[in-house]
């Protein structure tokens, strides 16, 4: 299907469906809810896809399902968007303000699930006209934000013989009308870090006769992250930053045990699996020097989103064929964490990012309780992954149109 035909089809269907759209989206604004709990949210889109003659099979928890589109012998793609929202209060005057106290869609899920919702509509029609050699499956993912959605859906079988999958993200410092592509790392890996310091204490006048505990809390402080910089490749952006630190409740005494608390990114993915063992190996070796016992809490997040470039390639071809030429634009790498990086640890993909921003109109940011988009995006992203799919189902990619 060339690109002008492929537009011509989408516009006819975003003018019968677009408001419907921008009210779905609004709805699921209105009732955020966090992640496992988002019943509501599973509901409705289970309710528009048995509409639209689909069959979709909610997850075991009762929260996130999966949807088959088309059959044949053709390939499998996967698409996938996430359902759930941010423990955050909503402090947007808006008509579609969220009706929730604590919890709020400040990072674009609900865009994602409206988008994606759109698309299914979208190719359900096509399938049901002959026109795609293959299938496409269509995954609600919960707790995208907690994060472990996107393992949940895998460990029911939501990538089971599916070849390729695409995801899209909101990016509000993008236009409205543009997508951001980037081949490799996209996001970082993104784990959490707990260290706790015990000593026998003491009086400050006589540090010498124990353990200094808050000084040696310190050395730890500056000289991992440090250390880090010298023994990991600094093109796998490592860092350890800390967030929270406490030791001590008087100004005269030594105290007996201190936390400290921060987050590991990394933009490599042999660099963070490597990252507990190096840090834990640095962390006793400070700490030993201090004559403290130290003890570490690693928690691992998710690994760095790494796009496929093959992948990349056909969402370029997507973004060309249905926004039209000059729509691609790059893209920074990001710290930020998204779980859609383990689906990519099983089979080959991409993440874009979706501009969202009114040209010239306010720059939001994502996690923030005044977090919106320019409703128009929702219709850009449900072309965006329409021609997506079906790119990747009829035509090889021949030629990068990021090249």
Known sequence: MR?????????????????????????????????????????????????????????????????????????????????????????????????????????????????????????????????????????????????????????????????????????????????????????????????RVSGPGGHTARPHLTADLVFALAKILTELPAALSRRVDPRSSLSLVWGKVQAGSAANAIPDDGVAEGTVRCLDENAWHAAPDLIKSLLESVAGAYGIDATMEYTRGVPPVVNDEMSVDMLAEAVERALGPGAVVPTQQSLGGEDFAWYLESIPGALARLGTRTPGGVTYDIHQGTFDIDEAAIGMGVRLMAATALTALWEPVVDSVLA
Do not use: N
């Not at 009308?177 to 890996?189: D, R």
């Open 3 to 195: 690109g002008r035909e492929l537009r011509g089809e989408l516009d006819a269907f975003l003018t019968e469906t677009d408001q419907e759209l921008v009210a779905f989206r609004r709805d699921l604004h209105m009732h955020p809810e966090l992640a496992f709990a988002e019943y509501r949210t599973t509901q409705r889109i289970a309710e528009r896809l048995t509409a639209a003659g689909l069959v979709p099979s909610v997850l075991p928890r009762g929260t996130g399902l999966i949807c088959d589109v088309g059959s044949g012998d053709g390939p499998t793609v996967a698409l996938r968007a996430d359902i759930d929202a941010l423990p955050l209060h909503d402090e947007k005057d808006v008509p579609y303000r969220s009706t929730v106290p604590g919890a709020c869609h400040a990072c674009g899920h609900d865009v994602h699930t409206t988008i994606l919702l759109g698309t299914s509509i979208f190719l359900a029609q096509q399938a049901a006209a002959g026109l795609l050699p293959g299938r496409v499956r269509l995954i609600f993912q919960p707790a995208e934000e907690l994060p472990g959605g996107a393992l949940e859906v895998m460990a029911h079988g939501g990538i089971s013989g599916v070849e390729r999958i695409f995801g899209l993200h909101c990016d509000p410092r993008v236009d409205l009308g543009h997508v951001g592509l980037k081949p490799g790392p996209i996001t970082s890996a993104c784990d959490k870090l707990a260290i």
